[in-house]
């Protein structure tokens, strides 16, 4: 790989500094000392994100099982000393990845997953997160574990208030095949999130790009009413236009030419797509 002033190649750390990377890592997180194996070498593993970070990303996929189980520690951190919030979700989402791409997938790492998604004193960003990994966990695992994941994503699809349902509903998605009953619920709860007003409006989006991909037109209520609703917010409306040049018919041509003509630019080009989708499946026989 090469540095970050675009020198020549250089090496990934050693294990053995690997290890001292990652138990300051951790140390720092938990608001320990510095655990560096030589108290001399912990300012090298200290430091502000970018640093860590590096260090993180520059571990190789055949990690020790002790450092494994502290990477897995280090997931739990709710706080980091000279870490803002948001450089502590990337951090921890980081290294998420690290362990699920070593060579040998850690067993424990979806129980742990799961475990933080239902713990609520997680930050929601991070429970989302656990979802998200818990995705990757469903491709990893043997096949008799997958609808125990499965279990937790119908679980996380009813959290509507945050992103989290949304990025449920995706991981529905993406594994209908574990189950038989996968597409039904997930096309009925698309359907409910669509029509709650009080949903988050990115689970909103979401469970509308998933209906419309799924050809469920039973969602067409929810989708005019948010059309005729200049309260909505923006990105909710124009995923709303979107949903309805796939799944409307002429039908729904008055509440898509206003648009068409309207002054808001991104309005106007989001029906204008909508209109000639429906003109195009209506050719095709539709």
Known sequence: MRNGSGGKRVGRLSAAASLRCVACLCGAALGLTALAADPALAPVFEGGFHGRQKAVTSLGRRLPPEAV??????????????????????????????LENQSVYPVELPARLTAMYRDPTH???????????LSTACRKVPAAERPAIVGVFK?????????????????????????????????????E??????????????????????????????IRALLQDATAGRPLRLAAVAALGTLGGTEDLHLLEPLA??????????????????????????
Do not use: N
């Open 123 to 133: 930050a929601v960003g991070w429970r989302d997160y656990c979802i998200q990994h």
């Open 261 to 286: 003509d309207g002054s808001d630019r991104m309005f106007r080009r989001a029906a204008e797509a909508a209109i000639a989708k429906i003109g195009a499946a209506k050719g095709g026989g539709k």
């Open 155 to 191: 679980e996380a699809a009813r959290e509507t208030q945050s992103t989290i349902a949304g990025t449920a509903l995706i991981a529905l998605r993406d594994h209908q095949a574990v189950a038989p009953d996968i597409r039904e619920f997930l096309a009925g709860r698309s359907r």
């Open 69 to 98: 189980a502290e990477l897995m520690d280090f997931l739990e951190a709710r706080s980091a000393p000279g870490l803002t919030a948001s450089e502590l979700l990337a951090l921890k989402d980081s290294v998420c990845s690290v």
């Open 193 to 222: 999130i669509a029509a709650d007003g009080g949903a988050h409006d990115a689970s909103r989006i979401t469970a509308l790009q998933i209906s419309a991909g799924l050809g469920d037109r039973r969602v067409l209520p929810p």
